[in-house]
């Protein structure tokens, strides 16, 4: 059963993250267990000791109040965060986050590429979304001329930047089909062919957050199972290749016997 929002401290404007709102909405007793955490439009703004979580892993803290990011640079597992529709002017916390691969901060207020400047050395980091996929305001940045080209060569190694494959396997599939797009849009403008019967713009398909992937969890109580399952396996392959000898001795020992139609009665 979740928790309501005011199981959380009441901070100015918001709501504080704490203990008590962690280990209900997981069920969770100790903070450093908890791998997955969705706190998504709870009126959050102060992420109090969201920090202690030290094995986190993926973390939606999208469609708050939250401006800023402290308490998240002690998350050395985080891999996935989505902190987009929120107040966020800086991002430099998440410099610490040195296992984080996706980060969605789309429709905060990220005003220079500059504030980008502090991710450059998370070396996992292969996906950035700042832009909102369904229609609402961005971020400021994304209005500067090549703002694209600019985070991909700020970020060489990203493969994912809004959404859009620009490294990797599939990418040329997704250039391939922005160029459809862009000739859809010729299509539909104002006097290009067409333009009465497809007015209007698409729409997106799936909801947000639909393409979002979580990691594979990982802990040390599926290591073990990992561990105990390989063991099994190999004692399989043991016994195996011990009843595949047995199988070939004894069909040794009954080649050698004398053929019983050979005996004269």
């Known amino acids: 059963m979740e928790a309501r929002p005011e199981k959380g401290e009441e901070a100015e404007g918001g709501v504080?993250?704490?203990?008590?709102?962690?280990?209900?909405?997981?069920?969770?007793?100790?903070?450093?267990?908890?791998?997955?955490?969705?706190?998504?439009?709870?009126?959050?703004?102060?992420?109090?000791?969201?920090?202690?979580?030290?094995?986190?892993?993926?973390?939606?803290?999208?469609?708050?109040?939250?401006?800023?990011?402290?308490?998240l640079a002690s998350l050395k597992a985080l891999a996935v965060l989505n902190v987009s529709c929120n107040r966020i002017a800086s991002l430099e916390p998440l410099a610490g986050c040195e296992n984080l691969q996706s980060l969605n901060a789309a429709s905060n207020a990220l005003n220079s590429l500059q504030q980008l400047q502090c991710?450059?050395?998370?070396?996992?980091?292969?996906?950035?979304?700042?832009r909102n996929p369904m229609g609402r305001p961005g971020n400021p940045l994304c209005t500067a001329a090549g703002y694209r080209a600019a985070i991909a060569e700020m970020f060489p190694a990203v493969k994912v930047i809004d959404g859009e494959?620009?490294?990797?396997?599939?990418?040329?599939?997704?250039?391939?089909?922005?160029?459809?797009?862009?000739?859809?849009?010729?299509?539909?403008?104002?006097?290009?062919?067409?333009?009465?019967?497809?007015?209007?713009?698409?729409?997106?398909?799936?909801?947000?957050?639909?393409?979002?992937v979580r990691p594979a969890r990982r802990s040390s109580i599926v290591d073990e199972?990992?561990?105990?399952?390989?063991?099994?396996?190999?004692?399989?392959?043991?016994?195996?290749?011990?009843?595949?000898?047995?199988i070939s001795q004894a069909e040794r020992a009954l080649s050698t016997r004398p053929d019983s139609s050979s005996y004269l009665f």
Not at 33 to 50: A, E, N, V
Not at 168 to 197: I, M, V, W
Not at 226 to 246: G, N, V
């Open 16 to 71: 504080k993250i704490t203990a008590q709102l962690l280990k209900a909405r997981t069920g969770e007793f100790d903070l450093e267990s908890i791998l997955l955490l969705k706190l998504r439009g709870l009126g959050i703004s102060d992420l109090g000791c969201l920090g202690e979580c030290s094995s986190l892993e993926w973390l939606d803290l999208s469609g708050n109040a939250i401006s800023h990011l402290g308490p």
């Open 119 to 130: 991710l450059t050395g998370l070396r996992h980091l292969e996906s950035i979304r700042l």
């Open 165 to 212: 494959r620009v490294l990797g396997r599939g990418s040329e599939l997704y250039h391939l089909c922005k160029d459809l797009d862009n000739s859809l849009k010729r299509f539909q403008s104002p006097g290009g062919p067409g333009a009465t019967e497809l007015a209007g713009l698409s729409q997106p398909w799936v909801e947000e957050g639909y393409w979002e």
């Open 225 to 246: 199972a990992y561990k105990q399952f390989s063991q099994a396996l190999q004692e399989c392959r043991e016994l195996s290749q011990r009843a595949d000898d047995t």
